[in-house]
């Protein structure tokens, strides 16, 4: 079933059909009012017939929910590389614009940035410095709100959603792993990995139980009652990447994670990534400048002067 209610309280529901093996689905109206043959793009916008875009996401149930339905848009023009049917939206993004004041001018950063993520994806932003990728990673983190635009992160709309109730949003929802750590120096690794988990109230005895098993999960149990200043570079990496899986949030969001190692120890942190998406099919996005790491990815989404220049799937 497809379920919407507009801004202007117009609702629209029905049931979307596969009506081919290369992406081309039906919409009929719950009144029966069929908007004739559709076009799945990436399995995350749906074109009907009659210029209608509608973004979609299927639950466990497999029931699909509208996300948006916007007049007008081209089809492809969400960013999506090659059709994916019945993928589940992790992220949309449609139209997003911003920009800071310098001085008495207003300098655009991002501009009309159209992306969506599908659930269990690897994506890699690449860019160089002045792209505008740290902005777009700041938005996507919710540690910045868009000037413009639309935004739903795991069915919620992050564009509808108080500044003050971000906090939250990012604490539950997204897993962040910097390049220079920022563990806690006065908490051990495990006291680290917590938390995350102490922001979401979690109790005591749950708390130490996920993060024993994270610190298996990194091979980092020996080392739990250990201060930072007594990991090595790459083991800080190891408990900062336990810490963003904590909460078992809805992506994770790594900003240049190898930045600060050697090239032995991050190939150590890059298989660590590997073996997170694809043995728990976690959704990872990794912002980095650097086209080898990209190429580990599946997919690679390149940003220069704050537009999306390519969408490569491999």
């Known amino acids: 079933m497809l379920q919407k209610r507009d801004s202007a309280g117009i609702s629209f529901g029905g ?35 009659r210029g209608i875009v509608f973004a979609v996401r299927r639950d466990h149930r497999e029931h699909f929910w509208i996300l948006s339905c916007v007049q007008g848009v081209p089809a ?54 002045g792209s505008g990728k740290t902005t777009f990673m700041n938005i996507l983190g919710c540690m910045d709100v868009m000037d413009s635009g639309e935004y ?10 108080k500044e003050d109730d971000l906090t939250d949003v990012r604490n539950r929802k997204i897993g962040f792993i910097f390049q220079t750590y920022n563990l806690i ?26 993060s024993r098993k994270l610190l298996e999960l990194v091979d980092m149990t020996e080392r739990a ?10 083991q800080k990496q190891r408990i ?32 660590l990534f590997h073996k997170l998406h694809k043995e728990q099919n976690k959704t990872i996005i990794l ?11 599946q997919r690679i989404i390149t940003i220069s002067d704050g537009r999306i220049l390519s969408d490569e799937r491999k």
């Open 15 to 49: 049931k979307l059909y596969q009506s081919g093996g290369r992406g081309d689905w039906s919409f009929a109206g719950a009144g029966g009012d069929a908007l004739g043959r559709a076009f799945l793009c990436a399995g995350r916008t749906v074109r009907s017939g």
């Open 76 to 129: 492809g023009a969400c960013g999506c590389a090659e059709p994916r049917v019945g993928a589940w939206i992790m992220i949309t993004m449609r139209s997003i614009n911003k920009g800071y004041m310098l001085g008495e001018e207003r300098l655009p950063i991002l501009k009309d940035i159209h992306f969506s993520v599908d659930k269990g994806e690897y994506v890699a932003i690449l860019g160089p410095s």
């Open 152 to 161: 739903y992160l795991d069915g919620m709309a992050i564009h509808e959603t």
């Open 185 to 210: 120096p006065q908490l051990t690794a495990q006291k680290n990995i917590e938390v995350p988990m102490l922001y979401a109230r979690i109790s005591r005895k749950e708390r130490e139980k996920r």
């Open 225 to 234: 009652k250990h201060l930072p200043s007594e990991l090595s570079g790459g």
């Open 240 to 271: 900062a990447i336990a810490r963003s899986m904590a909460n078992n949030p809805a992506i994770l969001l790594a900003d240049e994670p190898t930045g600060a190692l050697d090239s032995k120890t991050g190939r150590l942190v890059m298989d």
């Open 287 to 297: 912002i980095t400048h650097s086209p080898e790491l990209a190429q580990e990815t």
